[in-house]
């Protein structure tokens, strides 16, 4: 195994990225070990073109580096995501993908959460009018404009039910509210199946889901089979008080899509923390809430 090779010379490309480790102190007994604290595009073929691994966050690889980096033999991403590596192209040059799967479990599962009590309490707004001065004065009527709701009774489908997934539909299920979970999209179910049960839970067809929901989530990867998944047309199966949280990757929903539907009130709002496309103030204002 290259792990094993104690002569590696190990980059990692954008060390910005990553927390408080002493990481120099793991790496360097496999070798030669450098980290940078960014990395631009201009410069990734010159620190990568004689190196063994390569370590990186989110910077952008794919053939045209590879065909550079002779060497190269495995990719460590230090994220979950890792849709921005050219995984088809990395297998080509026999060269290793490796993510961090599990990492950000808990974190990403309190985002979800924190996005979902605040489409149902809209902290944010109501922080804003009190530190602008507008609170004391306001009336019923925009008053009603933010409707506090409660999160009990509710149905939250969860599309992506990895660990992030499940982690979200067990906090949410202390909240009172009742799960459900789409079947995996592509894959193939014996046809006399009604519903998948899975530790305890029943699997659902995603349409049933969308129709049946009041919070959708989505935690899947970016594949080709998710791509786009959640597009107008299955927006429009949904709730016109329904919810959107995206905490997958950015082009699972048609950005162009959720612009319309929330513009044209086929659901009532959305909250993200990944898109599929930069800059985004053409959607911004729609959007209830945005992190990245």
Not at 9 to 21: E, F, N, S
Not at 37 to 46: A, K, R, Y
Not at 189 to 209: P, S
Request: proline share 2%.
């Amino acid at each position: 195994m290259i792990i094993m090779d104690k002569n590696l010379k190990i980059v990692y490309l954008d060390r910005i990225t990553a927390g408080p480790i002493d990481l120099k102190e793991k790496f360097s007994k496999y070798g030669k070990y450098i980290e940078y604290e960014d990395t631009n595009s201009s410069e990734i073929d010159e620190r990568i073109k004689d190196v063994d691994v390569v370590i990186t966050t989110r910077i952008k690889l794919g053939k045209k580096q590879f065909e550079k980096a002779e060497k190269l033999k495995l990719i460590l991403v230090t994220a979950t995501g890792f849709n921005h590596i050219d995984v088809k192209s990395a297998n080509e040059f026999g060269i290793k993908v490796a993510n961090v799967s599990g990492y950000s479990t808990n974190s990403v599962a309190q985002l979800a959460i924190t996005f979902l009590l605040n489409e149902l309490i809209p902290v944010n707004r109501y922080y804003e009018e009190v530190k602008e001065g507008k609170w004391i004065n306001i009336t019923v009527p925009e008053y009603q404009k933010y409707p506090i709701d409660d999160a009990a009774g509710k149905i939250l489908g969860i599309v992506g039910f990895g660990n992030i997934g499940k982690r979200v539909g067990k906090i949410a299920e202390t909240l009172g509210m009742k799960i459900m979970v789409a079947k995996n999209t592509g894959e193939e179910y014996a046809k006399n199946d009604t519903a998948i049960v899975e530790d305890g839970i029943l699997r659902h067809e995603l349409d049933e889901v969308l129709e049946k929901c009041d919070v959708l989530t989505l935690h899947v990867p970016l594949t080709d089979s998710t791509r786009n998944l959640i597009n107008l047309e299955k927006m429009k199966k949904m709730k016109k008080s329904a919810v959107i949280l995206n905490l997958a990757r950015g082009p699972v929903i048609n950005q162009e899509d959720l612009y319309f539907a929330l513009k044209n009130k086929i659901i009532k709002s959305a909250a993200v923390d990944v898109t599929s496309v930069e800059p985004i103030e053409k959607i911004l204002n729609y959007l209830s809430w945005i992190i990245f």
